[in-house]
């Protein structure tokens, strides 16, 4: 089941970068490197992500939380580092990069846990 949820969870960033290239500036040389941004994101939260986020923990006490966007709009620029022939433009494009990824994990978490009832 976690190979599933883990290639359903890759499909999801895949699908939500293509649907925010159609509304910002982020370039990808081919249709394919979507794809691939959905896999380094993936790893980089699986990886990178829980050891910031344990870092982080008295900054987000202190915000209640909202630093945690901060720490994926982070991950979604280092998946654009890491991705030759994908690129995001900037901390502002990143940043709303970060809440479609978000928001489309956010529902396809909530789908899941209602078909699991």
Do not use: C
Not at 37 to 62: D, Q
Not at 69 to 93: E, Q
């Amino acid at each position: 089941m976690k190979r599933q949820r883990y290639f359903y969870r890759v499909l999801i960033n895949t699908l939500a970068f293509f649907l925010a290239a159609q509304l910002l500036p982020i370039e990808a040389a081919t249709p394919f490197h979507f794809l691939g941004a959905g896999i380094v994101l993936s790893l980089i939260n699986l990886l990178i992500r829980p050891v910031l986020i344990i870092l982080t923990i008295p900054l987000n006490i202190l915000t209640l939380g909202v630093f945690t966007i901060v720490i994926n709009t982070w991950m979604i620029m280092l998946t654009s580092g890491f991705l030759p022939g994908f690129y995001i433009r900037g901390f502002g494009t990143a940043f709303i990069v970060s809440i479609i990824v978000s928001l489309a994990n956010w529902a396809f978490k909530k789908i899941l846990s209602s078909n699991s009832d």
